[in-house]
């Protein structure tokens, strides 16, 4: 319910002097003393006065240095020029000039209306702070100052902080929360009239927390229809020593569905078990003050889209399992055909060596029938390993345990000398040789 105190600027020309409530704040002539500035109000007859001049005759009025005056106006016989329904248009720098064209005084002009009533409205984001901003009803077009006020219906008047300029909302800090009213008193005041505007507010009615933060669900694994869903407390709620418990519900939907499901939760976490399994879901949670059911809900938090945990994601993970098996099973075979072209190659070389020991065994026949193996005019020359085998490779020694000094020491039974044992090396049957 506004209240209104009014104090209507009446006269045409307002000049220096400013008209004001008696009530008026004393600091507000700051902001129009600086300039040589004279303010009228819209639509009205504007008198302008050449104060040196009173006395003369006739005086030149100019607009922005021309002489040609573009608005409907007259000039009375001691020199004040009218200007008849001024609109906007008529703004401008106004001179008044002697019969000679000397400049004799420069006055600027500013149309406008005076302060009408303001429509105010305050937030209360904590139970330590309340912001009250006001909005004009009347475009004024002119500079105002604004003094403001709150007091409660058991209380005396303090302080509404204005903010730093354009004015336009107060701050109230720590404010009487327990009283059933207040009232905001916000005085608007420029050089044509000052106007008060009182508005009765219930600040535990206008407590209304912001959004939720921090907003997040995740998917339970194995569960395609629950949702995890976790929040925090909004940042502006948190700063009293013990901050006031809030109540929290959260709203969701599959994507495309027009109803929303609803849960309400102390704490700041709360699990859907209803999820449509395989859909995203949206979901959007808010606050109340727990303990003050008259307060307001906060805003909504940002729209969050979600998916439940779904089998979808399995399948996408055994597709993966196949590529992998099956890029292994090809890696697997590379190595198997390389390692058995290897062993191939190997087996060949190792055959072609074979047929070469054999040969060459078949050229000494035997180490006891070819004594010329040792002998050193030997026009055979075996390769230089095979020198060193031969009675490894081709002989078996049959008796290990020695005989006779005569038989070990008989140079026929040991051709080569390479056997430290004295037994019988023999020759072995071709059939018989070294297999693999
Ligand atoms: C303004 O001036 C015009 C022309 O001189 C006159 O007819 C009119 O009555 C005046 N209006 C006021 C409100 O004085
Ligand atoms: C009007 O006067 C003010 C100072 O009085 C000056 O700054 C401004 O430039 C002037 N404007 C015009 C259009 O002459
Ligand atoms: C005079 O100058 C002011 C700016 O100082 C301008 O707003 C106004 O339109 C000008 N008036 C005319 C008639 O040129
Ligand atoms: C404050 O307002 C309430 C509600 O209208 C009323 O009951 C109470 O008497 C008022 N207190 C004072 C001191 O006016
Ligand atoms: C509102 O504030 C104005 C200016 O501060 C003061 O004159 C007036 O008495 C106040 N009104 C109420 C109802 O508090
Ligand atoms: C109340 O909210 C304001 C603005 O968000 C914040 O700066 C302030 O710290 C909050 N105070 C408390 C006690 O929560």
Not at 195 to 207: A, G, M, N, P
């Amino acid at each position: 319910m506004p209240g209104l105190v009014s104090c209507p600027g009446g006269l045409i020309v307002i000049g220096l002097l400013l008209l004001l409530c008696s009530s008026s704040v004393n600091t507000q002539s700051e902001i129009w003393t600086n300039e040589d500035v004279q303010y009228g109000r819209l639509g009205s007859n504007v008198t302008l006065l050449c104060r040196d001049a009173l006395d003369r005759t006739s005086v030149e009025w100019r607009l922005n240095r021309s002489s040609v005056l573009p608005w409907q106006h007259r000039v009375t016989s001691d020199g004040r020029l009218v200007l008849v329904h001024a609109e906007r248009a008529a703004e401008g720098n106004y001179s008044c000039h002697d019969e000679q064209g000397l400049l004799i005084q420069t006055t600027r002009l500013r149309l406008g209306y005076p302060p009408g009533l303001l429509s105010i409205s305050c937030l209360v984001p904590n139970h330590s702070l309340v912001l009250c901003s006001w909005v004009e009803s009347v475009k004024t077009h002119l500079p105002a100052l604004y003094h403001t006020s709150y007091r409660g219906n058991k209380s005396q008047v303090r302080m509404c902080v204005v903010s730093s300029p354009p004015q336009q909302q107060c701050t109230i800090t720590d404010p009487t929360m327990w009283q059933l009213y207040h009232y905001i008193n916000v005085t608007e005041t420029n050089p044509l009239g000052s106007q008060t505007t009182i508005i009765q507010v219930k600040f535990h009615e206008l407590l209304q927390p912001d959004p939720p933060e921090a907003v997040t669900a995740v998917g339970m694994v194995g569960y395609p229809m629950r949702l995890q869903v976790y929040w925090t407390y909004p940042a502006s709620w948190l700063h009293d020593a013990v901050p006031f418990p809030l109540r929290f519900q959260l709203r969701y939907r599959p994507v495309g569905f027009s109803t929303w499901s609803t849960v309400e939760s102390k704490a700041s976490t709360l699990l859907i078990t209803d999820a449509l399994a395989g859909h995203a879901h949206q979901l959007q949670v808010r606050a109340q003050d727990e303990i003050n059911p008259d307060s307001r809900w906060s805003e909504w938090s940002p729209l969050l889209q979600t998916w439940p945990w779904s089998d979808s994601e399995d399948d996408g993970g055994s597709l993966g399992v196949v590529i992998f098996l099956a890029l292994f099973a090809v890696i697997i075979i590379a190595l198997l055909s390389s390692l058995f072209v290897l062993m191939w190659v190997r087996q060949w070389r190792r055959d072609n060596v074979t047929r070469q020991e054999l040969t060459s065994m078949l050229k000494m026949k035997s180490c006891i029938s070819e004594p010329r193996l040792a002998h050193p005019l030997s026009p055979y020359r075996a390769p230089p390993l095979h020198q060193a085998i031969p009675p490894l490779a081709v002989c078996s020694i049959h008796n290990t345990l020695p005989t006779t000094s005569q038989e070990s020491h008989h140079p026929a039974n040991n051709p080569s000398g390479v056997s430290a044992w004295p037994g019988r090396c023999l020759p072995i049957d071709r059939h018989d040789g070294p297999t693999d």
